[in-house]
């Protein structure tokens, strides 16, 4: 006689599940299956990545804190394909310009990716690739609540997300060199436009992940263990961190560093 497997939310899913519930999560539309510690994510395509602990991230104070990830010719890209997830807090409404992490050197004029936040009419939330707008997504944004950025290039294009969700595309074919100053997490690659809130779960990875992949990343907002992706890159941004050193858990281990004033912390409660 078949069973029907019940019916949960991302927000109602249990806190306390014994090894081997199964629930069916309806705003995710994803199978949950418990291995008795963490809840594995299953969706079309089979793939499934267990949710991890997280209590930490990184607090910015929006004048000149960031997170500074040091030089590596892996991050030279060239004309090949990538992705970059970083998790991201506002505290206040997004104003004037903020970088959420740049690869270039200094300003415009230079050939690197980074994500930039504003709340600038017809450019809100888009990819810059140091000389051009590629993909915008004129949204506005939300302040006091985890958002989680996701951009892959797969063969020149560009596709943008949100949670998860494919907001914007474009094209790129530019041909990136490695960084030269560091990659800069929290804000542009000049030392300004600093994000006031908090970065998480920041990874670079050297091919592009699929839809699929990028709503497992995302999880209905719980992130999760990225090994099976095989990162580059994985910064937790505090979770097994101590002093000032931002450890490296992809396949690099290019540990980065806190640099001015920002801080490892528990507040806001990690995504």
């Keep these: ?17 014994s090894a081997g519930d199964a629930y069916f999560e309806t705003d995710t539309n ?17 793939i499934a990545l267990a ?11 929006g004048t000149d804190d960031h997170v500074l990830i040091p030089n590596n010719t892996a991050y030279e890209f060239g004309t ?24 270039r050197p200094g300003g415009n004029g230079t050939y690197y990716p980074s994500i930039f936040l504003s709340n600038t009419s017809g450019t809100r939330y888009y990819y810059w690739n140091g000389v051009t707008v590629v993909a915008n997504y004129n949204t506005t944004l939300s302040n006091g609540a985890w958002l989680c950025s996701t951009v892959t290039r797969t ?42 809130g908090s970065v998480d779960e920041f990874a670079i990875f050297d091919k592009a992940l699929n ?12 992130p999760v263990n990225l090994d099976p992706l095989e990162p580059l890159s994985w910064y937790r941004m505090g979770d097994g961190d101590t002093g000032t050193t931002v450890t490296d858990h992809g396949s690099l281990s290019n540990d980065a560093s806190l ?11 990690a995504p």
Aim: with cysteine; glycine share 8%; aromatic share 10%.
């Design 1 to 17: 006689m078949p069973t029907t497997i019940p019916t949960v939310t991302s927000g109602t899913r249990p806190s306390s599940p």
């Design 51 to 61: 949710s991890i602990a997280n209590t930490k991230s990184v607090a910015l104070d």
């Design 155 to 196: 063969s020149g294009a560009i596709k943008l997300y949100l949670n998860g969700n494919e907001v914007a595309t474009g094209t790129d074919s530019n041909n990136y060199s490695a960084p030269t100053s560091g990659i800069r997490v929290g804000q542009r690659g000049n030392n300004t436009l600093s994000l006031t």
């Design 259 to 269: 640099t001015n004033d920002a801080s490892f912390s528990t507040s806001p409660t």
């Design 80 to 103: 090949s394909d990538f992705s970059i997830v970083c998790w991201f807090y506002a505290t206040n409404a997004i104003s004037g310009y903020i970088g959420l992490y740049d690869f």
């Design 30 to 46: 994803k199978y949950i299956i418990s291995d008795g510690s963490n809840w594995r994510t299953f969706n079309s395509d089979s």
């Design 211 to 222: 839809a699929a992949e990028v709503s497992n990343v995302y999880n209905g907002g719980d």
